[in-house]
C-alpha cells in the first residue's frame, strides 16, 4: 500500500478552521475512495471519485465537507470550519478499476484543538 | 443499507492457539477483502475472496467465504506474537465501495 501516498500524515487544526486532506493514488488507478475512522471504531465510507468526476458521495457529511479529483494533481478532501468532533484518521484507497482491489494509504490523523 | 457484523471484537490468546473470525451480513457482496492494519499505520490488504464456497490459504491463515457471499472467515492455526493486531473484513458493492465490519483486535501472547 506504500503507492498510495497521503499528506500530510498528521494535521492539526483550531476549531473553526479549514484543512486539506491530500492523496496521490497508485500510478495507473483513477478510482479513489476516502475513508473516515473515528477513535474505537471501524472505517466509514465517504466519497468515491473517478478523475474531475463525484461518483457516489453517499457518506459525506453534508456541510463543510468537499472532495475533488482533478484531472492533474492529488484527490482532496477538504473540511471547512473544523470541530472536535472531525478528529480522525482520514485513508484514501485506489484502485485501478472495479473489478480490482483497493489500496490504502497510510492516512491523515486530523486532531482539532 | 449493507452491514457487516464482525467477531469477537477483542480475542486474548496464547502463542500457539487456533483462533477463527467471523464475518457475517444479511447482504450479498461482489467480493469480500480482509485487511490487517497496525496503529497508526493504514489497513493492509490480506486477501480477496470472490467465488462463493472459495477458500484461500496465506501460510497459517485460512480465509473461506460463504456459499451465498454473505459471510466469511479467517482462521489462524498456531497463532504467533507478530500476529497481533487489528483484522478487518470488508464486502465490496458494485461500485468497488467498500463495507467494513468494527474489527477484530488480536492480542498474541508470548
Known amino acids: 500500500n506504500a503507492g498510495v501516498m497521503q499528506n500530510p500524515r498528521h494535521l492539526v487544526r483550531r476549531r473553526g478552521q479549514e484543512a486539506r486532506l491530500r492523496c496521490s493514488p497508485m500510478?495507473?488507478?483513477?478510482?479513489v475512495y476516502w475513508y473516515r475512522q473515528l477513535p474505537e471504531e471501524g472505517l466509514k465510507f465517504m466519497v468515491y471519485?473517478?478523475?474531475?468526476?463525484?461518483?457516489?458521495e453517499s457518506g459525506m457529511p453534508k456541510e463543510r465537507f468537499s472532495a475533488e479529483f482533478p484531472k492533474e494533481g492529488p484527490s482532496i478532501l477538504r473540511i471547512q470550519q473544523v470541530v472536535r468532533g472531525d478528529s480522525a484518521a482520514y485513508f484514501c484507497?485506489?484502485?485501478?478499476?472495479?473489478?480490482?482491489?483497493?489500496?490504502f494509504g497510510q492516512g491523515t490523523r486530523l486532531t482539532v484543538v | 443499507t449493507q452491514l457487516l457484523e464482525q467477531s469477537p471484537q477483542f480475542l486474548s490468546i496464547q502463542e500457539g492457539e487456533n483462533l477463527t473470525v467471523y464475518c457475517n451480513s444479511s447482504?450479498?457482496?461482489?467480493?469480500l477483502q480482509w485487511y490487517r492494519q497496525e496503529p497508526g499505520e493504514g489497513p493492509v490488504l490480506l486477501v480477496t475472496?470472490?467465488?462463493?464456497?472459495e477458500v484461500k490459504k496465506l501460510k497459517r491463515l485460512t480465509f473461506q467465504f460463504g456459499d451465498a457471499r454473505k459471510d466469511s472467515s479467517l482462521h489462524i492455526t498456531a497463532a504467533q506474537p507478530g500476529d497481533t493486531g487489528l483484522y478487518l473484513c470488508?464486502?465490496?458493492?458494485?461500485?468497488?465501495?467498500?463495507?467494513f465490519g468494527q474489527g477484530t483486535t488480536l492480542q498474541v501472547k508470548p
Open positions: 484507497a485506489s484502485s485501478f478499476n472495479l473489478e480490482t482491489e483497493a489500496f
Open positions: 500510478k495507473g488507478h483513477s478510482h
Open positions: 471519485l473517478q478523475k474531475e468526476n463525484i461518483i457516489d
Open positions: 447482504s450479498v457482496f461482489s467480493s
Open positions: 475472496v470472490v467465488t462463493g464456497g
Open positions: 470488508a464486502g465490496a458493492d458494485n461500485t468497488g465501495k467498500l463495507i
